[in-house]
């Protein structure tokens, strides 16, 4: 089976740096995927991490350890728009290469 | 742009009733999903589709069946519908192996 952790809620404060950790563990790991999602509107892909390291994309970067089963999500700079639920989801080779969702993280931006 | 379609954004059914929910993508995608979404559950896979005709059961398949008789359009259907399918369905397509894009989603509450 797949058991995905990444916390409730977090806050954080305009032009900071907030960090959203996911751990998994599953048998099959095939890829760690992160989308972003507001409030009442479908998820959008935000990143992608299939090797160890770090991928930037603009303000966002992920980070991913196999060994550890641990990702995060890096969002600098952070702006009110950022406010959102951020969805970490893994796929599994076992589970039809299907993807495996977290319960997300709701963060807040405040001024 | 991938464009996934939801053929309503509200939906409001009573106890029984038999509900159709659709989803048309216009990218040839071979891969197309049904998740709902609950609070505190996260999204979870209904059914998936790999190929015209071709259906697979998800996680939660109860009390749900799917139909896919062309590559663009995969369909969820609600045999009877329950309190308990109040919820939140999103669609979502991916080419091969790569990220899912989601459709807008369709909020059904059953009375």
Redesign the interface.
């Known amino acids: 089976g797949q058991n995905i952790d990444q916390p409730t809620e977090m806050t954080a404060t305009e032009g900071a740096i907030v960090q959203i950790n996911c751990t998994y563990q599953t048998s099959g790991f095939?890829?760690l995927?992160w989308y972003q999602q507001h409030a009442?509107?479908?998820?959008?892909?935000l990143s992608?991490n299939v090797l160890d390291g770090l991928e930037e994309k603009g303000r966002f970067s992920s980070f991913l350890s196999r060994s550890k089963g641990y990702s995060y999500l890096l969002l600098k700079e952070l702006q009110m728009k950022d406010s959102a639920s951020y969805?970490c989801?893994v796929?599994d080779q076992t589970g039809?290469?299907?993807?495996?969702?977290?319960?997300?993280t709701r963060l807040t931006v405040i001024p | 742009d991938v464009k996934v379609t939801q053929s309503s954004r509200y939906l409001v059914k009573r106890t029984g009733e038999k509900v159709f929910l659709e989803c048309v993508q216009d990218m040839d995608h071979e891969n197309m999903?049904w998740y709902r979404q609950d609070p505190?559950?996260?999204?979870?896979?209904i059914y998936?589709s790999y190929d015209v005709k071709m259906k697979?059961k998800?996680d939660i398949p109860e009390g749900y069946s799917v139909s896919r008789e062309k590559k663009e359009r995969f369909s969820l259907i609600l045999e009877s519908a329950s309190t308990n399918q109040t919820s939140m369905y999103?669609c979502a397509t991916s080419p091969g192996?790569k990220?899912?894009?989601?459709?807008?989603?369709t909020r059904l509450l059953v009375l």
């Open positions: 095939n890829g995927f009442g509107e479908a998820p959008t892909f992608y969805l989801a796929r039809a290469n299907n993807l495996f969702f977290g319960t997300g | 999903f505190g559950l996260g999204l979870r896979l998936f697979e998800g999103l192996q990220t899912q894009y989601f459709g807008p989603g």
